[in-house]
C-alpha cells in the first residue's frame, strides 16, 4: 500500500478511526457547503490550513498534498474559469482542493491497520444484505497496495520496449502490460490465500 | 512425539494433475517424512504444481494427497493453520504499507488475543532482524529485504510446514544464503523448498527429484542432485 501514514503521538493521531473519520467527514461537508463567494474561498483556505496546523501536520505536508492532486486542481481551475468566471472558479476549485486535503488526513493519521479494523466495523450493519465486509475492507487496502507495484510494472514494460528500440505505443504497452498485472493477481490471490485469506 | 509429528509430512498416492490437455503431473506416489525436503527439477517439470497441490493452492485431478495427516482439498482452513507458503515474488506476498504491518497481517484471520497478536508479530520481526525496519514503508524495502519479510509474514503462524517455492531465484549470492539460513534453521517448522539452486538443496535432509511431471527419484540430496546433474548433460 501506498505509505501516506505519517506516524505521530498528537491527540489527532490517537483519535480512533470511526470517530476521525465522522469528524472530517462533518468538515468537509461543512467545506462543501460554503458559499461560491470570495469569502467562501478564503474560510475554505483558512479551515485546510487549520487541520493541518492544528493536529501538527504541519504546513509543508499540506504544500505536499496540494501537489500531489495538482494536476485535478489545475484541470478543476481552468473548466470553471471558462464557463463560471474567477470569482466561482476559484470559490470552486478551493472547496474542491481543502476537501481533498482534509479528506487526506485520515490516511495520513491513521494507520492501514487501524484504517482496515475501521472498514470492516463501519460495513458491519451492510451484512444483512449479505456484503462481506472482510472482503470488501480487504479489497480496498488491496486495491491500495497495488498502485506502486503497477506503476513498476507499467516502468518495467515501457524500458523493455525502449531496450529493443521499439517507440512507445499504446498498443504494445497495453497487452505485456496487461499481461504482467493480471500474472501478479493470480500470485497476489494465491499469496492471500497462503496467508490464511479466505 | 506428537501425534502430528508421526504422521509422514507429505504423502501422495497416484496424483496426476492436468491443465487444458497438458498432464503437468502423472501418477506421482511420495512418502516425505523428512524435515527439510529439496523439490528439483527442469523449468516446467511440475515442481511448482507439486507445491501448489501441497500447499492447497492447486487441486489433483486424480489420487489422494496428505499433508501433515489432512487432505488439501477439503480440510483446507485446516491446512492453512498449518502449513505457510513463500512464493519467488515478495512483491505479490506484501499487502500492508509498513513491514510491522505486513507480519500482523499474517495473523489476521487467527482467533487469537490482540496481546498475543502483537507478541508473536515482535517476536517474529526481532527473529528475522527486521524489528529496526518495523515502520518502514514496505514498497521502499531491497529485493533481500521484501523476501525476508514475506518469509517472516509466513512464520509468524508458527507453521508446522512451509513451503518455499524458489524463494532465493531473484536475489543476490548474499541474500540468497541469508534466506536460506532462516528458512532452514533448526526449528519445530517441517520445510519443503522447490529451487533451482544445488547447493541449496544439498543443505535439506532429503531431495526429490521431477521430471516431465512424474518424481524420478527421491533420497540423499547428494545422489539426487548428482542424478539430475546427469541428466541436465544427456
Redesign the interface.
Known amino acids: 500500500m501506498l505509505s501516506l501514514y505519517r506516524p505521530g503521538h498528537s491527540l489527532w493521531h490517537r483519535l480512533p478511526a470511526g470517530p476521525k473519520t465522522t469528524l472530517v467527514t462533518l468538515i468537509v461537508l461543512s467545506v462543501c457547503l460554503l458559499p461560491v463567494t470570495w469569502t467562501g474561498a478564503a474560510t475554505a483556505a483558512a479551515i485546510a490550513v487549520a487541520c493541518y496546523l492544528i493536529p501538527g501536520m504541519g504546513l509543508s505536508e499540506l504544500g505536499r498534498q496540494l501537489f500531489a492532486v495538482r494536476w485535478l486542481i489545475a484541470v478543476t481551475a481552468l473548466g470553471q474559469f471558462l464557463f463560471l468566471g474567477p470569482e466561482r472558479a476559484v470559490a470552486n476549485t478551493t472547496r474542491i482542493s481543502a476537501a481533498l486535503v482534509i479528506g487526506a488526513l485520515i490516511v495520513l493519521s491513521t494507520s492501514a491497520t487501524a484504517l482496515l479494523n475501521a472498514l470492516e466495523r463501519g460495513l458491519k450493519p451492510l451484512q444483512w444484505c449479505g456484503v462481506d465486509r472482510q472482503r470488501v475492507a480487504l479489497l480496498l487496502v488491496v486495491t491500495f497496495t497495488m498502485v506502486p507495484v503497477l506503476a513498476r510494472l507499467a516502468g518495467e514494460v515501457r524500458q523493455a520496449q525502449q531496450a529493443r528500440g521499439g517507440r512507445v505505443s499504446l498498443r504494445y504497452f497495453a497487452t505485456p502490460f496487461l499481461i504482467l498485472a493480471l500474472k501478479h493477481a493470480d500470485s497476489l490471490g494465491d499469496a492471500l490465500s497462503a496467508r490464511g485469506v479466505r | 512425539m506428537s501425534a502430528s509429528a508421526r504422521v509422514d509430512t507429505i504423502q501422495m498416492d497416484d496424483v496426476s494433475v492436468r491443465f487444458a490437455d497438458t498432464d503437468v503431473l502423472r501418477n506421482v506416489c511420495c512418502s516425505l517424512p523428512a524435515r527439510t525436503t529439496a523439490v528439483i527439477g527442469e523449468n516446467g517439470s511440475g515442481k511448482s504444481t507439486f507445491a501448489?497441490l501441497i500447499?492447497?493452492?492447486a487441486r489433483a485431478d486424480s489420487g489422494t494427497v496428505r499433508v501433515l495427516g489432512l487432505d488439501p482439498a477439503r480440510e483446507t482452513?485446516a491446512l492453512?493453520?498449518r502449513v505457510?507458503?513463500v512464493?519467488s515474488?515478495p512483491?505479490?506476498?506484501?499487502?500492508?504499507?509498513?513491514v510491522a504491518?505486513d507480519v500482523?497481517?499474517?495473523l489476521?484471520?487467527?482467533k487469537l488475543p490482540r496481546a498475543e497478536k502483537t507478541r508473536r508479530t515482535q517476536a517474529a520481526l526481532e527473529r528475522f532482524g527486521l524489528t529496526a525496519l518495523a515502520?518502514r514503508?514496505?514498497?521502499?524495502l531491497s529485493g533481500g529485504q521484501k523476501q525476508l519479510l514475506a518469509l517472516c509474514?509466513?512464520f509468524v503462524?508458527e507453521p508446522d510446514l512451509v513451503i518455499a517455492d524458489e524463494p532465493t531465484a531473484f536475489l543476490d549470492a548474499r541474500n540468497a544464503r541469508l534466506i536460506a539460513d532462516r528458512l532452514l534453521k533448526n526449528g519445530s517448522h517441517r520445510v519443503l523448498l522447490v529451487t533451482h539452486d544445488l547447493d541449496l538443496a544439498q543443505r535439506c535432509d532429503q531431495a526429490v527429484l521431477i521430471s516431465q511431471g512424474t518424481i524420478t527419484a527421491v533420497g540423499a540430496p547428494g545422489g539426487i542432485v548428482k542424478a539430475y546433474q546427469e541428466l541436465l548433460v544427456c
Request: proline letters at 6%; hydrophobic letters at 35%; a neutral charge.
Open positions: 501448489r500447499g492447497g493452492l482452513a492453512r493453520r505457510a507458503v512464493f515474488n512483491d505479490a506476498q506484501i499487502v500492508m504499507p509498513t504491518e500482523a497481517f499474517s489476521r484471520s487467527e515502520d514503508p514496505t514498497h521502499d509474514g509466513a503462524r
